[in-house]
């Protein structure tokens, strides 16, 4: 085991080694180490009488051993529950030294690999991260397609897309604060957070472009972009809100039940519904009534000459 107390993986000194072992045992006999005679047949009737059977597995045939596999094991420095960025460099630090022994080592000792049951949870959460982090992404990106869909203006979707990026940032970070760990539930909820984060935005979006609004129409001091967010507000407003309301109250239902995943689940919705609520009122229409586009010089239906400037 030349260097590995130089890992930062391990106790120093903290190894269960059957050769160690085998050495003791040797030279309290009165006997030279390494044993020179007969080594294989020695060491693995030493193990299967001293209890190291487990340690070292032999195979026996007509009086002779043939050793199958052995392994070695330490004491770590760390926990099972050791979060991922803080294992990954302890992992491939590991790694490296078992490469490095291997090209060192004879060819029959030269398969040698390590193994520990940390590192199942930390594979497990790279790739939950990863689902969550490429599901957001994707789910952006397919909203921002639907969206210019939808409204077929540009000024609009920018807006919305960074509305619904301030919903997802606002429930990662809620997540985070309440004590929520990034396991598969959350990962799920993350992966469908933008698609949730879009129902309220796209309404008051598309109310936003259907306004008509002539000159005429204008109250004293109004713009024609204030005028079309006072349309959307007040006309379909009422109607967003009252559903934010219902789905929230419908998902507080989940709180009382006794399955975790519905519990959770539930919290998240409301969570998701209330901040989309938010972003949707306090921000995307604040946008709109100040920077909102007042003609479809923005339209994508305008660039490619399907339709008239107004």
Known sequence: LKGIDDLDLFLVG??????????????????????ENNFVNQICSWAETNGWQQELICEVDDGDYTIIWFHIWGISTISVSTAEPVLRPLFDELNEWVENHNEEAPEALSTAYQTASMWVPMETETEIVNAAFFGIVFSLIFVGVI?????????????????????????LG?????????????????????????????????????????????????????????????????????AAITTTLSSMML?????????????????????????????FMAILFFLGPQSN???ILYWLGMK???
């Open 255 to 283: 709180f009382f039940t006794t399955v975790i995943f519905f519990v959770q689940f539930g919290q998240f919705m409301a969570m998701a519904i209330i901040s989309s609520s938010i972003w949707a009122f306090g921000f």
């Open 174 to 242: 809620t997540m985070v604060v309440v004590g929520w760990k990034l396991g598969l539930i959350e990962s799920v909820c993350a992966a469908i957070l933008a698609g949730l984060s879009v129902d309220y935005i796209v309404h008051l979006a598309n109310a936003y472009r259907e306004a008509r609004v002539s000159k005429e129409d204008l109250k004293e001091g109004e713009t024609i972009r204030y005028a079309k967010a006072r349309i959307a507000v007040t006309e379909l407003g009422i109607s967003v809100l009252s």
């Open 147 to 171: 969206l210019t869909i939808s409204t077929y203006d540009v000024i609009i979707t920018v807006i919305s897309i960074v509305a619904i990026g301030g919903v997802v940032c606002t429930i």
């Open 308 to 310: 008239k400037k107004y």
């Open 14 to 35: 903290r190894f269960r080694c059957f050769m160690d072992g085998f050495k003791t045992y040797v030279e309290s006999n009165n006997n030279s180490f390494p044993v």
């Open 297 to 299: 010089q923005f339209n």
